[in-house]
């Protein structure tokens, strides 16, 4: 591996300010089915934060950034993201784990050149060599500039593979790594677990893999939205296109990665030969053929498509028990079909005609059927009306009209329970154009579901087919239907609310910690007799405990942090038993003893 670094490691434990690392993996991933793309390996960057207590390297905790085109995240950015308001104030993650003498490694994807020798060169070190004030790839004839924060997972892959390696030599001692992936983070350390596992040769060395709101069915950007950045951008014509809307499209949704994650991608419905008309027999659901190749890659590696060797938890930010989330007043639910723009008389100045107006309406996707269970069929989600007056009378200019239809197993994925996106994120720093100005006063939405909750709890499905207004209900693991309760994950935080994307609370964090120190987990001969998890952690007055196996005879006890016995009880475990609990808010040790005398122990949070 080739690294760059900007001050020796070995003055790490005598530094404030941790130092970046840079590097090019050492392997290239398979690009086989990625017609035209090119495989080479990618550049990637991270810097190690040693614990506050010892300062040496030996517990890293590896923190992979998510989906970031442009690389706006410095690792600095992805620090502070880690910040959370709490009882106790303003806190962060990495500040917490680091006092208790974990490490804190983040790794970033940024921005690059492809030099025409097949060099990398980090976009922070290029130069305006053609002095026109943009760095771009006319200063490096020949170069293709990469965009790291959304280029191929399985690129990134590579890097963190490389990443685990390093510090697996470099730690001092045997501890074990601990992995979070937040948002597509999440799929690329899947990606890295899956690879390694699946090479008899690599030991990845890591205990637990924390996934945050990552979408291992997929991820949501509303059909409509995307029909209008592209048509805006593109299809109205020289004169009237909203340039600024191009770099929104060409850099984030025809990125490598939107195309791997998007579960309804525009381009699927583009007529062919078009790069903004809509083919109006596509009105389904549809994919970028990348999303097909890319699920087959991170399938195909181990046996159930996720690491066999970790233990596997979930983090998600969508709401657990199927609640909608809000239009702008706070108040309205946003439901299938829901209006989100709706904006007539729009004057266009600079158009070559007159007196030019617009009307713009974007929908979200459908319900399948209404409310007497009849099909609803084709609706409208997109609508773009431009007019001018010309001698004797107004003279259409455009006239689009972009329909679409849900499936038969689910309403539109658009109006769905999930992790949150702020569409500040499509159009901040576009402001200025009287039409992106009007366009973002008018929204009825300002977030829309981006990874919904049956995504980032990886449920499985059959047929390809995905409910995602599925009822969540993971003490029934068969369930009904084509979408079912089963997991791959043995432990899981789902919050009642909807959130905004890895958005961290002072109720996931803790959920998070239980799992890092993992000092109060269950025993290895416990878990040898049943598979035990807690429905929803933290609680409020009912603590329901799911195991595998009938077990009789099980002494059940709850511990205060000060070591107090606060609660005890006798009984057989069901599959799903609910136990009542009025304890006041706060950390608590459950413990789970076994006739047999096996122990099983785990952290509760109680709201």
Known sequence: MMKKYFLPLLLFPFCVQAQTIEFESTR?????????????????????????????????????????????????????????????????????????????????????????????????????????????????????????????????????????????ADKVGDEELVIIGPSMGGLISRFALNFMENDAGLDHETRLWISFDSPHLGANVPLGFQHQFNFLGFGLGDDLNVVQLQDVVNGLLKSPAARQLLVDHFEAHLMDGSEFDFDPTKLLPEAHPYRAIFENNINSLTPTGFPQNTRNVSIINGSGIGAAYKAVDGTTDVTPGFVALAIEDLEIPGSPLPQTTADININFTPFTEDDMGNNVGPQLISKVFVEGFLIFGFITLVDVEIQAEAPSFSDGVDAASGGLFDLGGFTDGLGGDPIIDNFLTSLTVDKFSFIPSVSGMALEITNNEVNWYHDINLGDPGGTGDTLNNTPFVNWYMPDANENHVELTEQNVAFALTEIFQETLSNTDFENIASIKVEKNPIENELTILSSEVLDDVNISLIDITGKLVFSSHQTLDRRSNIPLNLDSGLYILSLQSKENFNYRTKIIIK
């Open 28 to 168: 290239t991933a398979d690009f086989t089915g990625y017609t035209g793309e090119t495989e080479f390996a990618g550049l990637g960057e991270y810097e190690i934060f040693l614990d506050t207590d010892t300062g040496v390297l030996d517990k890293p905790i590896i923190l992979v950034d998510g989906f970031d085109p442009g690389d706006t995240r410095t690792i600095a950015g992805l620090y502070s993201l880690l910040d959370f308001t709490g009882s106790e104030g303003d806190q962060n993650l990495a500040d917490l784990v680091r006092a208790q003498g974990f490490d804190v490694v983040i790794l970033n994807f940024p921005s690059y050149f492809r030099l025409n020798d097949n060099s990398l060169l980090n976009i922070d070190d290029a130069t305006d060599t053609n002095a026109d004030m943009v760095i771009d790839e006319l200063d490096y004839p020949g170069s293709t500039l990469v965009n790291g924060g959304a280029d191929f997972i399985e690129r990134n892959s590579m890097l963190l593979v490389d990443l685990i390696e390093t510090l697996n």
